[in-house]
């Protein structure tokens, strides 16, 4: 095959009508030793049209992900899973720097995904060249084959960076020879405001950010290298923006390479600073390098910083995330004496002049609440948000400032309190006020003067903005009685009004910003306030809870979700009637979420999560009302079947847990049918949730095991997800849950007639005791398998045990049993697990005319004694535990409250059984 041939194959791929054909035919031609290399000449080629170079770099990227390593076959017998021949991996390595070099962009991001891949694979074994091709590049006087170089050595660095110093010898013998070369680059350039020279300084700084972040290699930077690289970065950073800039939309601005480059630079030299830079927070081997640097750096560094904050002032265009930056190298700054001395003059001026402007309600705040208010509560809410946002940095500064140093808090409270008391205050201002006293809450109410006065501010200041004509103050107001919602009240009247305002505010106010913050505030004063704080909202509870479903839906917003549970929690008997209305309107608001869900990423599968978990706190707060779960248990259901039926694997924990919620006490026949979609989705894709399944199969056994028995298929269900786990390769934990799975099954079906599974189950734990087993947990789960079936019925194991031949078992099996079970006596821990011991050891002991059984005779009555001493130091630690008032669950319960992984009676005193013969076995309760 040759680059036309290929071309015209990927030109069919864009071609809808071609498409299916010409898949097909590359699907047959990709294992075809010499295709890789064809496949980079055609992203190479500029004769070949642009379209069809990218379909060919996103084609090579997909191989070179997913077909670069050798790999073995996924079970026994398999085939050889393709992979790129070393023939084509080899001229693959030898062009891909070139490729890079040559592309233009929209290329030349999909092959720095295959460089990364490449690097991450066989540097430095077998591509250590990569370091001369980039270095040739970087000696190039022509400037533009450095961004190419520059980008494979980003990739060659960002596989390291998060790496130990002690992994990290490859990538600095590279920065041996080529740290000087970026240095003298980006020394060079740095006169050059073109675009051209900033995005290549802009590379090199992210490089240099990926080197430093994690480990600071002293061999490799030096305190004369490191030195250099400071004066870069700041002269960067307190270099002023090209004035064409200001002509582009303000929103758009931070996405200039002049204010990236200004971004890198500071956020470098933050993290240099918090990481390398303070002493007394950093571990020892940086020790001396930070009093070194702190001494050194603080001045010229903090002052290139209050140049971006004065231009702020200035109200010059600064960005965003520079703002952000030099912020959080000011919040450092005051954690030290040295630091602290240079930035104090000027930090009543910083909290007036930045933090004040920061902190208060903006004109662009105003324009999106005004035009889309849901999308002002997202932003507003968005934990993401808070990592990159200067607000989120002035509120942390604020916070650190008056905290940590002296007069700080009283010389700004006098401010604040100066700015909201002054006639001429602006709305935006009181605000800003209000939300910065808002953020020091936790301070004021430890400090005796202000704690003794906040009752008063409450009511003269905050109360009055409910009854604001602006929607902003109305529902600053309500954050505000959040933040402040442990102050201790004198008069219960102030606390009674502080409910009212805020549940109007829920419940009446038109601005969805406002209502979202007043079910905050409600939730948080409950918490706080406790059981004294019921009676203000239970006259109401039931409207409440109403408005909060219908906000939960019209504004998606996680945190309300949490509210609801609170209230679910704090006020079940009232709420009894309209449970089901609230799940329906859970489940709808899930199901509007997931239709959603699919181009809004995280945010609102997380909103979704939250409404699944409020399903479940109202499931486990009526679980003693029969009537009403079983009213609860269709709606949920709902959501359940769509998580199932459509593969919705990121609530499959979710899911699994509902189900398991749904039959804890009784099992429906639509129960029985989610028995078999569960099962379904166990085949399809739920072989890595299997531990999350456990509990909900622990049900359908234990719960009712006569309707369990009633149809062979749910019994080979459960045998066969366990043969899938115990064969299959999913590491030792779930294999754990699959034994004990079997295990249930014999122990609750005694009695019960399955004589007809015990060979199978036998048979599947024996022979995965022949394979590796790492941990004793497993071993110990197997056997307990067998002496179940030995306490089933011994003989039926015996003459089980004598028609499996296990190669390497010569003289039986039964023998090899016994051994191992008496050798591993100690390794059986807990409660149930040791009871279990002690009566399989009670059968043996009833067979001494067996041959296996004789020749350890003398073993038997020590190995009981020491299970005997593990029981009675369970026992006392189970009652330390009762009296203490710690409650521990059964394993089932543990695995799913995921607290535990295992559902293994690990710890003492594990289980919570009471008999030790047939009440411990008939209903295995424990586990």
């Known amino acids: 095959m040759d680059v036309k041939t290929l071309s015209e194959l990927l030109k069919g791929t864009i071609d809808p009508t071609l498409r299916n054909e010409a898949e097909k035919k590359l699907a047959e031609v990709h294992k075809i030793i010499g295709f890789g290399p064809i496949l980079l000449q055609v992203v190479m080629s500029n004769e070949v049209e642009l379209p069809v170079r990218q379909a060919a770099v996103i084609y090579l990227k997909n191989m070179v992900s997913g077909s670069w390593v050798d790999r073995e076959p996924d079970t026994p017998g398999a085939p050889v899973p393709f992979s790129v021949h070393e023939q084509d991996r080899a001229l693959i390595r030898d062009n891909v720097v070139d490729a890079v070099v040559l592309a233009p962009d929209i290329i030349r991001i999909q092959l720095a995904v295959c460089v990364s891949q490449i690097v991450k694979h066989d540097f430095p074994g077998r591509w250590p060249q990569i370091v001369d091709k980039v270095s040739i590049y970087l000696q190039n006087p022509d400037p533009s084959g450095w961004l190419g170089a520059l980008l494979c050595l980003y990739q060659l660095v960002k596989n390291y960076e998060y790496k130990k110093s002690e992994e990290r010898g490859p990538l600095r013998e590279a920065m041996n020879l080529l740290l000087p070369q970026l240095y003298g680059i980006i020394t060079q350039l740095m006169p050059d405001e073109s675009q051209q020279a900033v995005s290549v300084q802009k590379q090199i700084l992210k490089i240099y950010f990926a080197l430093t972040q994690y480990v600071l290699p002293l061999d490799l930077i030096t305190k004369e290298v490191f030195s250099q690289w400071m004066e870069v970065l700041r002269v960067i950073a307190e270099s002023d923006v090209p004035a064409h800039t200001l002509q582009v939309d303000e929103e758009e601005r931070p996405q200039l390479i002049w204010w990236k480059r200004k971004k890198w630079a500071l956020h470098t030299l933050t993290r240099l600073f918090e990481r390398y830079g303070s002493p007394g927070s950093v571990t020892k081997e940086y020790k001396e390098f930070s009093e070194w640097y702190l001494k050194t750096f603080s001045g010229g560094i903090l002052a290139s910083m209050l140049k971006n904050l004065d231009q702020f002032r200035q109200k010059v265009y600064v960005s965003p995330r520079v703002m952000q930056q030099a912020l959080n190298y000011i919040n450092t700054s005051i954690s030290h004496a040295h630091s602290w001395k240079l930035i104090k003059p000027h930090m009543l001026q910083i909290i007036q002049d930045i933090v004040f402007p920061l902190m208060s ?123 402040f919602s442990d102050v201790k009240y004198k008069n219960e009247q102030v606390l ?8 109007n505010s829920l419940l009446h106010d038109k601005e969805p910003p406002v209502k979202v913050e007043a079910a905050i505030a409600v939730q948080m004063m409950l918490s706080s306030k406790g059981e004294s704080a019921r009676k203000y909202l239970e006259p109401q509870i039931r409207e409440i809870t109403l408005e909060l479903l219908k906000i939960i839906r019209e504004t998606e917003n996680d945190d309300l979700t949490s509210v609801m549970q609170k209230i679910v929690c704090t006020y079940t008997e009232q709420l009894v009637p309209v449970a089901v209305d609230i799940c329906q309107h859970l489940v709808g608001t899930f199901a509007q979420i997931v239709l959603e869900s699919a181009d809004a990423g995280d945010e609102k599968a997380i909103t979704a999560m939250g409404l699944l978990n409020t399903m479940e706190t109202i499931l486990a707060v009526m679980e003693d009302r029969p009537e009403v779960h079983a009213a609860l248990e269709p709606v949920i259901l709902q959501a359940i079947h769509h998580i199932f039926t459509n593969s919705i694997m990121e609530f499959y924990e979710e899911a699994m847990s509902l189900s398991c919620d749904l039959t804890t006490k009784h099992i429906s026949q639509d129960m029985w049918k989610m028995l078999e979609v569960m099962y379904t989705v166990f085949q399809r894709d739920g072989f890595d949730y299997f531990s999350d399944m456990m509990p909900a199969l622990h049900n359908y056994i234990t719960v ?13 269900a459960m045998y066969n997800m366990s043969k899938a786990m115990l064969e299959g390769d999913p590491g030792e934990d779930p294999e754990c849950h699959a034994a004990k799975l079997l295990e249930v099954i014999i122990l609750q079906c005694k009695g019960m007639n399955i004589d007809q599974v015990i060979p199978i189950f036998v048979e599947l734990v024996l022979k995965r005791l022949t394979r590796e087993v790492k941990t004793s947990e497993l071993r110990t789960m197997c056997i307990q398998v067998i002496i179940a079936a030995l306490f089933y019925n011994p003989a039926l194991l015996l003459d089980t045990l004598d028609k499996i031949q296990i190669p390497g078992m010569p003289g039986g099996v039964f023998g090899h049993f016994v051994q191992q079970w008496i050798h591993d006596t100690d390794c059986f821990i807990g409660l149930h697990d040791r009871k279990l011991c002690v009566l399989g050891l009670v059968h043996l002991m009833q067979m001494p005319d067996n041959q296996a059984v004789a020749g350890h005779a003398a073993q038997l009555v020590p190995s009981a004694l020491l299970l005997f001493d593990g029981l009675k130091r369970a026992y006392a630690a189970r009652k330390k535990d009762e009296s203490s008032g710690t409650v521990r669950g059964s394993r089932a319960m543990k695995a799913k409250q995921g607290r535990r992984k295992r559902l293994d009676g690990a710890e003492e005193g594990d289980s919570d059984e009471e008999g030790i013969d047939s009440e411990l076995l008939d209903s295995d309760e424990d586990e």
Not at 496 to 503: K, S, Y
Request: aromatic share 12%; with cysteine; net charge negative.
């Open 704 to 716: 009712d095991t006569k309707a369990f028995l009633t149809s062979p298929d749910y019994m080979m």
């Open 361 to 483: 309600y903006s004109e662009s705040d105003a324009e999106l609440w005004d035009t889309d208010p849901y999308e002002y509560i997202r932003i507003k809410f968005d934990i993401f948000e808070d990592f990159v946002s200067p607000v989120t940095a002035a509120q942390t500064l604020l916070h650190s400032a008056c905290k940590k140093r002296k007069e700080m808090l009283q010389k700004t409270m006098n401010l604040l309190l100066a700015i909201i008391q002054t006639a001429g205050t602006t709305p935006s201002q009181k605000d800003g006020a209000l939300h910065m006293i808002g953020t020091m809450a936790d301070i004021l109410l430890k400090k005796p003067v202000y704690k003794e006065q906040m009752e008063k501010f409450l009511v003269e200041i905050v109360f009055t903005e409910f009854n604001s004509p602006h929607g902003h103050l109305r529902a600053r107001a309500c954050w505000v009685l959040h933040y």
């Open 496 to 503: 009674a009004e502080a409910f009212r305002l805020t549940v």
